[in-house]
T-cell receptor
Framework: NAGVTQTPKFQVLKTGQSMTLQCAQDMNHNSMYWYRQDPGMGLRLIYYSASEGTTDKGEVPNGYNVSRLNKREFSLRLESAAPSQTSVYFC?????????????FGQGTRLTVV | LAKTTQPISMDSYEGQEVNITCSHNNIATNDYITWYQQFPSQGPRFIIQGYKTKVTNEVASLFIPADRKSSTLSLPRVSLSDTAVYYCLVGGENDYKLSFGAGTTVTVRA
């Protein structure tokens, strides 16, 4: 997971609390991503940022907001956490390789909402 | 990204070759095919990418027929440590919306 750092690694929230998941990359790549992965399920894209200053919704954006603070950092905010948001959250950065984007992932944040 | 279809799961035994086929009928001319591998409790990692014919690296081979409407990831002589979820993605230069789907869960048994 070299290059992408997520904080925190673990978090427990009470329903209704807010928090921000932080993600930083040190490889100067343009695109960044936030995914969630529920137990036994595939990755679902929450939001992505193709470049600094832009953000777009993914497949499951409801209940989340993002900020592309600068080229290095892309944060994910839960304004009012719900038990349905219990999941593992992965941040990724994208590098252009040829005509495609290769993604590099962080180690994940395990979030539990009680 | 082009829509892809791959099997939900596959079982194998140590030492066998595992072939996972991904269908992508609406692949565009400039699209590449990329495969990722995800172990439990880890984020996915890139394993191989190709445009046409065959690509091989130290982990896997990728076979792409001439019409490019499908591709096959081949894992030679698998071991227990190859148990993972494998994702197929198809996209091109401006495809930043990387959606992974459910992937194929490969279980290798002793």
């Amino acid at each position: 997971n070299a290059g992408v750092t997520q904080t925190p690694k673990f978090q427990v929230l009470k329903t209704g609390q807010s928090m921000t998941l932080q993600c930083a990359q040190d490889m100067n790549h343009n695109s960044m991503y936030w995914y969630r992965q529920d137990p036994g399920m595939g990755l679902r894209l929450i939001y992505y940022s193709a470049s600094e200053g832009t953000t777009d919704k993914g497949e499951v954006p409801n209940g989340y907001n993002v900020s592309r603070l600068n080229k290095r950092e892309f944060s994910l905010r839960l304004e009012s956490a719900a038990p349905s948001q219990t999941s593992v959250y992965f941040c990724a950065m994208g590098a252009q390789t040829g005509l495609n984007t290769e993604a590099f992932f962080g180690q994940g944040t395990r979030l539990t909402v009680v | 990204l082009a829509k892809t279809t791959q099997p939900i799961s596959m079982d194998s035994y140590e030492g066998q070759e595992v072939n996972i086929t991904c269908s992508h009928n609406n692949i565009a001319t400039n699209d590449y095919i990329t495969w990722y591998q995800q172990f439990p409790s880890q984020g996915p990692r890139f394993i191989i990418q190709g445009y046409k014919t065959k690509v091989t690296n130290e982990v896997a081979s990728l076979f792409i027929p001439a019409d490019r409407k499908s591709s096959t990831l081949s894992l030679p002589r698998v071991s227990l440590s190859d148990t993972a979820v494998y994702y197929c993605l198809v996209g091109g230069e401006n495809d930043y919306k990387l959606s992974f789907g459910a992937g194929t869960t490969v279980t290798v048994r002793a």
